[in-house]
């Protein structure tokens, strides 16, 4: 990984006037936005980018594009990545985590390595294998209080095999807690659309086990149903991560247009 653009962590003469003023502000720094290659200078190359409040507080970590016929994640995130900025801690994107797949809008690139089963990853494997271990070291490195990878599933829940339409909770306890308070107040807002259900079986390789069983860190995968329109799951994905910035107390500001 290598830092594109200096993290200016200087204070302006206002944040160190204002720290004189009140010994009880957390003011840190300015806002910044940094953001980063993944997997530099391999086929896979992708972006991360680091939104940092300046004020002390938690670190969230999203992730979506990890499967490239799963528009609805990566569509939310582009759109949340214009609209929200924290307020207090830091919002960490990687929006395009497969960015062969998405180019292609395939679940995989021609390779067919699944980005969702090679986690934690290889920095000497092939390219695919390169950014799982980066997305690894880039949150055992920012420690945030969870992780979210945004899917989409072909179905409803159990139907045909799928688990459309369901938040997978990873094996820890705050997942399991929060998770079923996230799930009940999406629910509460979710319009005609059938309920969410929960999951907690996130398979051996995915970003969702292997950061909830190695670092202890608390992991969703959002999947919402292609069954519904696109734009309703879009609207489902970002409904989903604005309640769970509320749970883990990440204040946005809204951008205006
Ligand atoms: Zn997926």
Redesign the pocket.
């Known amino acids: 990984m290598k830092k594109h653009v200096a993290l200016r962590c200087v204070l302006s003469l206002a944040t160190a006037l204002l720290l004189a003023l009140s010994p009880f502000t957390t003011a840190l720094a300015e806002p910044s936005s940094e953001t980063l290659l993944l997997a530099e200078g391999t086929a896979a190359e992708t972006q991360a980018r680091i939104d940092d409040s300046g004020v002390e507080g938690p670190t969230i970590f999203f992730v979506a594009g990890?499967?490239g016929n799963?528009w609805a994640?990566y569509y939310a995130a582009d759109e949340l990545m214009e609209e929200i900025f924290p307020t207090a801690g830091k919002i960490i994107w990687v929006p395009r985590a497969n960015i062969q797949a998405c180019n292609i809008e395939q679940?995989t690139a021609e390779d067919e390595v699944n980005l969702?089963r090679v986690y934690p990853g290889n920095s000497e494997g092939n390219p695919v294998e390169q950014v799982a271990a980066e997305i690894m070291a880039l949150i055992e490195q920012e420690q945030p209080v969870a992780v979210v990878?945004m899917?989409?599933?072909y179905n409803f829940y159990g139907v045909d095999g799928s688990i459309g339409n369901s938040l997978v909770l990873g094996a820890t306890d705050g997942s399991f807690m929060n998770g079923l308070e996230i799930i009940s107040r999406v629910n509460a807002q979710n319009g005609d659309h059938p309920d969410f259900t929960f999951d907690s079986n996130a398979p051996a390789g995915s970003l969702n086990h292997e950061v909830s069983t190695r670092l202890g860190i608390d992991t969703y995968?959002i999947?919402t149903s292609q069954v519904l329109e696109m734009e309703e799951r879009i609207a489902q994905q970002k409904l989903f991560v604005h309640t769970i910035l509320d749970v883990y107390g990440i204040p946005v500001e809204e951008e205006s247009a």
């Open positions: 990890t499967h799963e994640g679940r969702n990878d899917h989409e599933g995968t999947e």
